[in-house]
């Protein structure tokens, strides 16, 4: 297969392992070399751009008012809580945009999409915030704690129906999904393991206002359960051992990661092998990741990816420097209201399967929303170091400035067109296909 040279390779390594080049980035990438690169973002140090960007706080949880016929009461509990939705998803966008450790917070997203959790049912920004910091703080660790704490996540239990799961009356929600899309995938348990597994899941109570989750063992089946020939007295934490034991889990997961950061094509038999083989018993994500940019189709030129919304905006900010805290209420609005308009917003997903991926994103309604953003961001950013540039050499300063090996004639062709203005080209080569799609 025709591989990637060095300097390509890096490129890769900074686009599926965290958002994109910065400006510089990947002239240092490329000089330190791609194992170097590598080393670096799976064990970095201090964060200063995390330290910037701390988690804002949200206020007072607004009361669940239900069928309280305070109308006035309602309208404000309800524009309370979308304006805490709203700072947090500026956070975390501003927090992705600043990060020194590009990898964490995009392995973050990536859990975010794998145990796919929504605001819209949650109706909770603090719980969203402490599940985001969850997945943040284990992100690259051991996948079992990673489980075992999203399986008692208070947002989590709300969005799956676990806090409603009692002794004699199991909710299954939890316990099928939790097999089906975050540890097993589709095919590989039985409706009477969901059954046991429901069962083993009782038990535990969310108190809304304190975001906290409890284990109430009155309220606990404490029979003995069996769940995938493993017969025991299951609770959540001997649950999760017993599902990650099994030989399909690994295999799962080092699909779900090579999906989601290399390619939607299908892992080689060999290349799955030898992820697994990394994962390990100790179900190591770091192991895995190293794994991953370790195999030969990583660097295979044909592999491709194409970038969701929140990936492709980020990349852009990240690539002139601008955070969407910088820009003005009105633009940071409109901001958060394109990104939604794409499909895509932090801590929305659909439902529990997350974010579609490829060609989904590529629709023609899709590419007008795109444009226009890149318009946005394009009309804050400071390009002044283009200045001064031929209309060509604009081309292709824009070019390095977003990290793409090269255009194509007819992107190119496309490129010169525009009438020059660096903000104009800036706009239009962000929609490219050389950009949307990392190669």
């Not at 404000?76 to 979308?82: N, P």
């Not at 089906?180 to 535990?204: C, K, M, P, S």
Request: aromatic share 6%; hydrophobic share 45%.
């Amino acid at each position: 297969m025709p591989t990637l040279d060095d300097r390509s390779a890096a490129r890769r390594l900074l686009d599926r392992f965290g958002f994109g080049p910065r400006p510089g980035e990947l002239d240092a990438a490329a000089a330190r070399g791609f194992d170097a690169t590598l080393a670096a973002m799976l064990a970095p140090a201090d964060d200063a751009g995390a330290k910037a960007t701390p988690p804002p706080d949200l206020g007072a949880e607004p009361q669940q008012l239900g069928n309280n016929k305070d109308q006035q009461a309602k309208k404000q509990a309800e524009a309370t809580l979308q304006s805490q939705e709203t700072k947090l998803t500026a956070w975390w966008l501003d927090r992705m945009v600043a990060t020194e450790a590009p990898l964490t917070e995009r392995l973050t997203w990536f859990w975010h999409g794998h145990f796919a959790t929504s605001v819209q049912k949650v109706r909770s920004a603090k719980m969203m915030l402490a599940q985001n910091q969850t997945q943040r703080r284990l992100a690259t660790g051991d996948f079992t704690a990673l489980a075992k704490a999203m399986i008692a996540d208070p947002a989590m239990l709300v969005w799956l129906d676990g806090g409603q799961n009692r002794k004699g009356a199991a909710n299954e929600n939890l316990a099928r999904e939790f097999m089906e899309l975050f540890t097993l995938g589709i095919g590989h348990y039985t409706e009477t393991d969901v059954r046991e597994a429901a069962r083993a899941l009782t038990g535990w109570h969310v108190d809304r206002l304190a975001g906290t989750a409890t284990f109430v063992p009155k309220q606990h089946d404490t029979g003995t359960k069996t769940v995938l020939g493993t017969t025991a007295p299951l609770d959540a934490n001997s649950l999760v051992d017993v599902l990650l034991a099994r030989p399909d889990s690994p295999k799962f997961i080092a699909q779900r990661v090579w999906f989601r950061l290399v390619s939607g094509d299908p892992v080689p038999a060999d290349a799955l092998d030898r992820l697994v083989a990394a994962y390990g018993p100790h179900r190591d994500v770091a192991a895995l990741l190293r794994a991953v940019a370790a195999e030969p189709a990583f660097r295979d030129q044909a592999t491709s990816l194409v970038k969701q919304p929140v990936e492709w905006l980020v990349g852009l900010l990240r690539a002139v420097r601008l955070q969407p805290a910088g820009l003005p209420d009105a633009q940071r609005t409109q901001l958060l209201g394109a990104l939604r308009g794409l499909g895509q917003i932090p801590f929305a997903p659909p439902s529990v399967g997350g974010w579609a991926a490829g060609g989904a994103w590529l629709s023609t309604s899709a590419g007008l929303a795109r444009l226009q953003l890149a318009q946005l961001v394009a009309a804050h950013a400071d390009l002044s170091g283009l200045a001064g540039l031929s209309a060509s050499a604009r081309v292709d300063g824009v070019r390095a400035l977003l990290g793409v090996d090269a255009w194509t004639d007819r992107t190119k062709a496309a490129l010169q067109k525009v009438d020059g203005d660096a903000k104009k080209i800036l706009a239009v080569a962000a929609c490219a296909p050389e950009y949307v799609v990392s190669a």
